[in-house]
């Protein structure tokens, strides 16, 4: 069964930085893509950044840029999102995803089809 596990949110001051995980098992990991989403109360969940394990290819959504960075380790099947200089509207709960049959990235939720159970970051200003 495949299975995608977030951790690392939290509660951080405007400015800080956080380093979520997500751990994947019950597929091969290196031939999919692996996106991280978020969603805030009373909004709709959003493509925030992705990388393809296959060829490497990535995603950025605007409020990304400059900001997340996303990397992998493949042999501990894991993806990681750097967040740097975290502002309040960054505030959600984040989700990390796989799409069953692409292996190159997009911003749509409707391109995933497993997910992990989410993590809260709560950026305080």
């Known amino acids: 069964e495949v299975q995608l596990v977030e951790s690392g949110g939290g509660l951080v001051q405007a400015g800080g930085s956080l380093r979520l995980s997500c751990v994947a098992s019950?597929?091969?990991?290196?031939?999919?893509?692996i996106g991280w989403f978020r969603q805030a109360p009373g909004k709709e969940r959003e493509g925030v950044i992705c990388?393809?394990?296959?060829?490497?290819?990535?995603y950025h959504a605007d409020s990304a840029k400059g900001r997340f960075t996303i990397s992998s380790d493949n042999a501990k099947n894991t993806v990681y999102l750097q967040m740097n200089s975290l502002k309040p509207e960054d505030t959600a709960v984040y989700y990390c995803?796989?799409?069953?049959?692409?292996?190159?990235?997009?911003?749509?939720?409707?391109?995933?089809?497993?997910w992990g159970q989410g993590t809260q970051v709560t950026v305080s200003s």
């Open positions: 995803a796989a799409p069953r049959y692409r292996n190159h990235c997009s911003g749509s939720r409707y391109h995933y089809d497993y």
């Open positions: 019950g597929f091969p990991f290196v031939d999919y893509a």
């Open positions: 990388i393809s394990l296959s060829d490497g290819s990535q």
